[in-house]
């Protein structure tokens, strides 16, 4: 993979899922770690993880919804590495408590998903590009549903694609400050908490059958990508939108509508 030595990382979100996974792509080519998550015993098995490659790793217990725990965290990396080269904006979600159909989203339904995916992620972004003052590399995670109907999550894929119209304007403004900003969307990936969903055989064959490589993603899939965008080899990438789903044109939520609406 592509050589991080010498740069420090931040990675939100990284204690577990794809975030764990982009925190384990990036150790392994050499960069200095910073994982923060609201999770301390996920924090802790991550550090225990990464440090086994040889890595320095910091962990942040924070809360990316507040402003003071964001600014914690960049002075934090600060004062451990000196600097800061690159950030993974992948803390992002929407409980099952806040998703539903759209005739049925209320605005406090509304404002959780949309504030952490979107308000949040931007304000994460400026935090580190101003602490990035010999430049750097911003990578924001979206998701397919930025670019494709999601019925039962609406408000999320409105959120993610407004995070990645806002990764082109960041790269647009950023990029005379040496602040290379790119996105990075994920398909289906299998991680614990989306286990939780896909608890059935069922309907994990129905969206594999969706898959052109035929099988869903994993954590350890999308870190590679996140490392080359972080690294100096893609010096002359910025304003990219990348997807990652394994060839899939289909979202996970479509899927579990139609075959609601179909057994109705």
Known sequence: MFSLAGKTVVVTGGGRGIGRGISMAIAQCGANVVVSGRSKESLADARSELEALGVQVHTVAADITRADDIARIVSETQERFGAMDGWVNNAGSASPD?????????????????????????????????????????????????????????????????????????????????????AVAPGVVMTEELAKVFNTESRIRRQVETVPLQRLGTPADIGPLCAYLLSDEASWTTGALIAVNGGSPVPMGYLSYLHKVNSA
């Open 98 to 182: 806040d998703i539903g159909p759209l005739l049925g989203v209320g605005e406090d339904q509304w404002d959780r998903v949309v504030d952490l995916n979107l308000k949040w992620t931007f304000f994460a972004a400026q935090a580190a590009a101003r602490a990035m003052t010999r430049g750097g590399s911003i990578v924001n995670i979206t998701s397919r549903s930025a670019s494709h109907p999601n019925p039962n999550t609406g408000h999320y894929g409105a959120a993610k694609a407004a995070v990645e119209n806002l990764t082109l304007t960041m790269a647009a403004e950023w990029g005379h400050l040496g602040i290379r900003v790119n």
